[in-house]
């Protein structure tokens, strides 16, 4: 099973541009699926419908979240797909399960006032200028894009070459994007851009290669991480006063999509800026028309007198 799973990976990475994070996704969701199978003494060429069912059940007894079931019965699926189409089965025993469904819980985001906050902070964090100027770029390009933090992290440098009023993200499945910047982001990814030349300048002198990422990394990727990122938002939340417990790079990325549609943008708009590739996804933060409209009925009733 370990040997048919690797295959299916390999193809969703070749044939539908799978990101490693998804990937990752796939395979530890996959593993916990015929771990369970195999205890039983299954295969995936005897697993059955009932089987399927039987490790969703197990899946719920173990208090899984249901969003975290819908994934992995999402999982199982595309693996069965892929095994059908290679002949492996002469059928698909997911096809026709029906799952959890997902929670459509609103987006918990962060107000404008403490995401001035933060990018205030973040020019004072670093214990040099170099990573001072990292942190603020960081910041500064996560709340004026709305990037994923993976996209953040692993942006090459060429993208930013230029001064460039937009900045090309490559995201989910290899899509590309074009995603305006402001001018405070801007002024600052120029000053990290010289900070970063000067300290790229002496590790060539010392024989150390060009880094091709925007925000280098002496780690086995060639760049900062995300688990780094998580980690280093928290202390620029803490330096701005804001319980770090509140603070993620992914209520960044919610508090861009809420900010913008506060401001007037439409909903198909923020979903091109985000990435999403359905607009069902981006419908989420109609929370904040629904919000405005209820503030705007409560604070002129249609009988309300000029008195």
């Not at 401001?263 to 419908?283: F, K, M, V």
Request: aromatic content about 6%; charged content about 25%; proline content about 5%.
């Amino acid at each position: 099973m370990e040997r048919q799973i690797s295959a299916f990976l390999d193809a969703q990475a070749a044939e539908l541009g799978a990101a490693h994070n998804t990937r990752l996704a796939y395979a530890r969701d996959l593993a916990d699926f015929t771990g369970w199978l195999a205890r039983r003494g299954g295969t995936l060429e005897s697993c059955s419908m009932a089987d399927i069912e039987a490790y969703l059940v197990d899946c719920d007894s173990r208090g899984l979240a249901r969003a975290t079931r819908a994934r992995r019965l999402s999982a199982i699926r595309q693996l069965f797909r892929f095994a059908f189409d290679e002949g492996w089965r002469p059928d698909n025993p997911a096809i026709r399960i029906s799952g959890p469904g997902r929670d459509r819980r609103l987006p918990k985001t962060l107000s404008q006032q403490d995401v001035a906050r933060l990018l205030e902070a973040a020019t004072r964090t670093g214990r040099t200028p170099v990573e001072t100027g990292r942190d603020r770029c960081l910041v500064e390009l996560l709340y004026a894009t709305g990037m994923r933090v993976s996209e953040l992290v692993g942006l090459p440098v060429a993208a930013a070459r230029g001064d460039p009023r937009l900045l090309l993200i490559r995201g989910k499945g290899g899509k590309e994007r074009l995603v305006p910047l402001t001018e405070t982001a801007r002024a600052a990814l120029r000053a990290w851009l010289d900070l970063r030349q000067k300290a790229e300048d002496e590790a060539r002198a010392r024989g150390k290669p060009a880094s091709p990422f925007l925000f280098p990394s002496r780690g086995k990727l060639g760049h900062l991480t995300r688990h780094w990122f998580y980690a280093r938002i928290k202390t620029i939340a803490l330096a701005a006063g804001i319980d770090p417990a509140t603070v993620t790079p992914h209520r960044l990325r919610h508090a861009f999509a809420t900010h913008l549609l506060e401001n007037g943008a439409d909903l198909r708009s923020i979903q091109t800026l985000l990435g999403h590739a359905d607009l069902s996804t981006t419908e989420i933060y109609t929370h904040v028309l629904e919000q405005r409209l209820k503030d705007l009925v409560l604070r002129h009733p249609p009988l309300a007198r000029d008195s």
